[in-house]
DNA sequence: CGCACCTTTGACTCACTTCAATGAGGGTGG
DNA sequence: CCACCCTCATTGAAGTGAGTCAAAGGTGCG
């Protein structure tokens, strides 16, 4: 269901990158206003794009990880309408658009398959357009711990076992909500028995429930 | 800046459409789990999508209008991921999605126009997810109404009058709010001079005080 | 004309925010 | 190795913006 890609297919995409780059964490793999050239594959490490507001306030729009195509919003203008920061050290490739545009007018099969990471990305920011607009707080979390846990199945982790890569401030952010109030409401699934919640560790101890909660509260 | 064709485009996608439907007022263009078969290009009215919740909840993801290009969630999954609604009687082209694949594979710049119409898109959902979390509901609403007075400009009618083609209700589930909340909003708005509000025609009388707003309260 | 739906408005409630204080790691330098 | 500092996290108490419930007024369609 997440935007991965199969390890042939970024094989495939990786030979048409000219350049592999790491990152430390807090580093910027592109900022808001940088000229579009390529898109970018994480291959390892995780990345945060935000979205930043005149008076300062900012909007986290996206936690990607390894096999994950970040920068599809500046294709519509050629510049970066986001900006993308490394949570941790993080290997990243380069794919030139330009090019990939051509070799996909070339391998229907590659031009399907951006077609559908494109698609993917638009199905995804409904799903949290969904979860901003109508619903509550402790459903909002619920619903991002069991993405998380769905992601971590992806990669072939446990997926009771969390470690968050991000504070509770960038969570609020994510999901529209104060710090605090993600604090509290860690402590409110603990208190009730749903998750184990130990600073940035949590395990999950009742999935059926936290399920039931991410549906309808 | 919306996902506006323009007219030589619209008919050059048109020469692929082998069909253009009329709608009237509440029918579906396509449900939620329907096959994807087709792009759909609308040509006049406008058109609402909106994703259902497993227990009745529902949120509006985008309202559209003539020259925009709808359907683009359902090419990652094959299937329909919203329900598309006509809002008042519509002509609207399909557009064949694996012609237009072929056709863009031959033509370079129709390839170039597919992938900004999809990146525009997710500019766009950005956005939402922006005012969704981080914005106070005056602030959505000012928003929202600058949004349909840029889009009344682009398509040449005078910006400062809109005539809504949605209910409070439809508003509010597009905006996160309960339709009391827009309500007493326009209310607001219009003691304070900066619209005058008459059921659904509403005319823009401080168009500068309601950008201060919209950026920031 | 009358019915159905939409809109406005008021009073009250509540979920989340705000403000504030305390506590718990985690890395650095003495 | 411990003391210090900085950032992040937790928790409480009070405030508030939006939701809820309810009633009345408009609007437009058949």
């Given at each position: 269901m997440p935007t991965n890609l199969s390890a042939s297919e970024l094989a495939r995409l990786e030979d048409l990158s000219n350049s592999k780059r790491t990152y430390s964490t807090g580093d910027y793999l592109y900022r808001t206003g940088d000229c579009f050239l390529s898109l970018h594959a994480i291959r390892s490490g995780s990345v945060k794009t935000r979205v930043l507001h005149e008076d300062g306030r900012e909007q986290l729009t996206s936690f990607l990880m390894a096999g994950e195509i970040i920068g599809?919003?500046?294709?519509?203008?050629?510049?970066?309408?986001?900006?993308?920061?490394?949570?941790?050290?993080?290997?990243?490739?380069?794919l030139p658009f330009a090019q990939m545009e051509e070799l996909s007018r070339e391998i229907p099969s590659l031009q399907?398959?951006?077609?559908?990471?494109?698609?993917?990305?638009?199905?995804?920011?409904?799903?949290?357009?969904?979860?901003?607009?109508?619903?509550?707080?402790?459903?909002?979390?619920?619903?991002?711990?069991?993405?998380?846990?769905?992601?971590?199945?992806?990669?072939?982790?446990?997926?009771?076992?969390?470690?968050?890569?991000?504070?509770?401030?960038?969570?609020?952010?994510?999901?529209?909500?104060?710090?605090?109030?993600?604090?509290?409401?860690?402590?409110?699934?603990?208190?009730?028995?749903?998750?184990?919640?130990?600073?940035?560790?949590?395990?999950?101890?009742?999935?059926?429930?936290?399920?039931?909660?991410?549906?309808k509260s």
């Open positions: 599809l919003d500046a294709i519509s203008t050629d510049f970066h309408t986001c900006e993308a920061v490394a949570m941790e050290p993080c290997e990243v490739c380069e399907r398959h951006l077609h559908k990471i494109m698609s993917r990305e638009i199905v995804r920011d409904r799903g949290i357009m969904l979860l901003l607009g109508s619903m509550r707080a402790e459903e909002r979390l619920a619903t991002f711990l069991l993405n998380l846990s769905q992601q971590n199945a992806a990669l072939g982790m446990i997926s009771t076992q969390l470690r968050l890569k991000m504070s509770r401030l960038e969570i609020g952010s994510y999901l529209g909500l104060k710090l605090e109030t993600i604090s509290r409401a860690f402590s409110r699934f603990q208190e009730e028995g749903l998750l184990q919640v130990k600073a940035r560790y949590i395990e999950i101890l009742d999935l059926p429930r936290l399920r039931i909660l991410a549906v």
